[in-house]
């Protein structure tokens, strides 16, 4: 069982990757962290500008982190922003083969994913956070994590004076304006995939698609609400901050304490 | 009027122990009818809460033939005439939120045990779904292309995912029976 973790530790595959002593310092270092602070541990990586395929290939790599029983402390939360990108997810057949290729010749590139949701747009200026969790250190429940991916969403945009909410259609929105897209994938308790929240970003690469197949609405972002330009450098740590509250979990940069890295969100 | 639903006083016995065990209500029940004479099969739903041999009609006063069996992953079978009918429990479409859409395998797919055969997705959430047993997919319930909502309203009975075969019948018996499957939801619980 992880330390920090109170839920069940998935079931594993053994991999040999030399972790044996970083590990142990790692078990002792956030054993200490859980005594003291009685939260789950969460590790923050934060990948800066990456392409789409690649923040694939980053979250499977810690999504097997679950499943190897020497590694403590596999929670983690993937921070970054894409190159313009048309996404879909397991429901791709309203998306064929004409479309996608329509999309790629506006110059984005497209991925069918294996996340919920429809079609969505990565781009500059919008906050990607992928959440590397497994449930069993929350609640085993889908919808109540998603629920509270929402209200971390809610409470980040509060503190920048946004009163933004919920609706039937899932996602953050501030009115008819959706202003951060949501679209996870769960196996074995472990989510991966996440949210993605408009900072500064070119807001029409959205109007050659019907966001998240809602027709009618509209998308918005942290500068568009506020009047001026708000950079995803500095709307993560707000993130980061809602995120440790929401959760109650202790997040950790790398090498940092937990101390440490509180003292710098706060 | 009570007189034409009662079933033999043997079979109300026969019937007792796993009815106490799933519903006592269907228990108190039917101890008041068994006062009544001779034997008709009556409407499922009226006296068995227990899904899902209730669906059954000539199962009612008999111990249910095809008991469910469940995974750690929250899926279920149900075997009958060789056939397992699988999908997911309530436990289970409760903690996904209302399903929207439904990603099955085709017919003919081979599957392992724990093998991911498909996906429910709910509020903008894909969630995989594993295998109870290794066999081949025979049947998928095609209902749920229109009518995603059917695994939230009817986990048990019209919102089955898929039908398979049984290469080996051995891994029923490592599944959880209905007690245990409510033990390890209170453990999760707590």
Partial sequence: ?266 | MFSSFCPPVADVLLFLPSCCRCSPLSALLLLMLSSFCPPVAAPASLFCLCPPAASHPSLIFHCPAAALKYTDKHEWVRVEDGVGTVGISKFAQEALGDVVYCGLPDVGTKLSQSDEFGALESVKAASELYSPLTGEVTEVNNALSDNPGLVNKSCYKDGWLIKMTISVPEELDALMDEAAYERYIRSIED
């Fill in chain 1, 1 to 266: 069982m992880s330390p920090g973790c109170t839920g069940d530790q998935p079931q594993s595959a053994s991999t040999s990757e030399g972790w044996q002593d970083h590990a142990n310092l790692r078990a002792f270092r956030f054993s200490k962290i859980k005594m003291s602070l009685g939260k789950t541990p969460v590790s923050v990586v934060n990948l800066g500008r990456v392409a789409y395929r690649s923040a694939l290939q980053i979250q499977q790599h810690y999504i097997r982190q679950h499943f190897d029983s020497s590694n403590p402390t596999p929670n983690t939360l993937l921070l970054c922003e894409h190159s313009p990108v048309y996404t879909v997810g397991i429901r791709p057949v309203q998306y064929p083969a004409e479309e996608e290729q329509r999309l790629k010749d506006l110059g984005a590139d497209f991925f069918r994913t294996n996340r919920g949701g429809l079609i969505t747009f990565h781009g500059p200026g919008q906050l990607v956070c992928y959440p590397i969790l497994n449930l069993g250190c929350f609640k085993k429940s889908v919808r109540w994590y998603v629920c509270e991916i929402e209200k971390t969403v809610i409470n980040m945009c509060s503190k920048f004076g946004i009163k933004a909410s919920t609706s039937p259609d899932t996602g953050v929105w501030v009115g008819n304006n959706k202003i951060c897209a949501i679209g996870i994938h769960c196996g074995r308790y472990v989510t991966s995939h996440g949210l993605a929240l408009n900072c500064n970003t070119d807001l029409s690469w959205f109007e050659n698609i019907v966001p998240c197949g809602i027709v009618g609405k509209g998308v918005t972002s942290l500068s568009r609400e506020l009047g001026r330009d708000v950079t995803t450098e500095e709307a993560a740590p707000v993130l980061l901050k809602a995120f440790s509250e929401q959760f109650n979990c202790c997040l950790v940069k790398a090498d940092n304490s937990c101390e440490q890295t509180q003292q710098t969100l706060n």
